[in-house]
């Protein structure tokens, strides 16, 4: 008898459209496709760790889709230093959550990936608060001030691994799935011929994120990129109610790899 095959997940950051992460897990649970290893930037680090503590679907969904209240009363933290948000009413948000629970906690081994602003270099995340580790690698530089912990100043995964791949494969998976959702590469979205300063700086920011999730894509065997469009907007999701369409993109595009990934763990 051969040893069953290691399923690694690496969650991308991507802001809101990391709802499309919900789709991805709920087709492996689907298909009876254990996931043994996570490891989560950003909004991946948030999906990620609720997983990985309850292994409930219908859970992720509820805090991932729903509860759109909570997180605006989570952003209405201002901070006059650093970033326009505090974090300190998100970690709290977290915490409730995530009752309170540390990464001995989990049923999924797990890794969360922040940014060290002064060494410019990921920090891997695996032990004490999940919900700290997770407000860590979410706060957006400008939007969210940073966190300062030991001798590092703390924010968003993403700058340095938005899909962490590698991290994933360290930690011990044979087959890792990594979901990307910084793929901006199709210039539909920006047609316009005289652009503001605010619509060029948002489309440079699109393409610095498309390239860098490019380059770390080193260690995946089955990479998933959502066709996500325009959906990139908290305001879309937040006055829209577009969670729901965004799972079932992230649905889909798993569903589209099921063969792929089949053949990889059965080889």
Not at 78 to 92: A, D, M, P, R
Not at 179 to 193: D, E, R, S, Y
Not at 245 to 254: F, Q, Y
Request: neutral net charge.
């Amino acid at each position: 008898m051969t040893n069953r095959k290691t399923i690694g997940l690496a969650l991308g950051s991507g802001g809101v459209r990391g709802l499309t992460h919900v789709g991805v897990i709920k087709v492996l649970e689907e298909n009876n496709i254990k996931i043994d290893y996570i490891a989560g930037s950003s909004i991946g680090a948030w999906v990620g760790a609720h997983y990985a503590l309850y292994q409930d679907i219908e859970a992720l969904t509820e805090f991932t889709v729903g509860k759109r209240k909570e997180k605006i009363i989570s952003f209405l933290d201002t901070s006059f230093s650093g970033g326009l948000i505090k974090g300190k009413k998100l970690e709290k948000m977290l915490n409730i959550w995530l009752n309170n629970a540390n990464f001995d906690d989990l049923k999924i081994p797990l890794s969360i990936v922040a940014t060290d602003l002064i060494k410019a270099e990921p920090i891997i995340l695996n032990s004490g608060s999940l919900a700290f580790a997770a407000r860590a690698s979410m706060a957006i530089p400008g939007y969210f001030k940073p966190i300062i912990w030991d001798d590092k100043i703390l924010v968003d995964g993403g700058l340095t691994n938005p899909v962490p791949d590698d991290v994933v494969k360290v930690m011990g998976a044979d087959i890792v799935i990594a979901v990307n959702l910084n793929n901006f590469q199709i210039p539909t979205q920006f047609k316009k011929k005289e652009p503001s300063v605010s619509e060029v700086a948002f489309r440079t920011n699109e393409i610095v994120q498309c390239y860098l999730a490019k380059y770390s894509l080193k260690q995946a065997d089955i990479i998933i990129q959502p066709p996500l469009g325009e959906h990139s907007s908290w305001t879309k999701y937040f006055v829209n109610g577009k969670g729901e369409e965004m799972v079932k993109i992230g649905e889909d595009a798993m569903r589209a790899s099921l063969p792929e990934l089949l053949k990889k763990i059965s080889a």
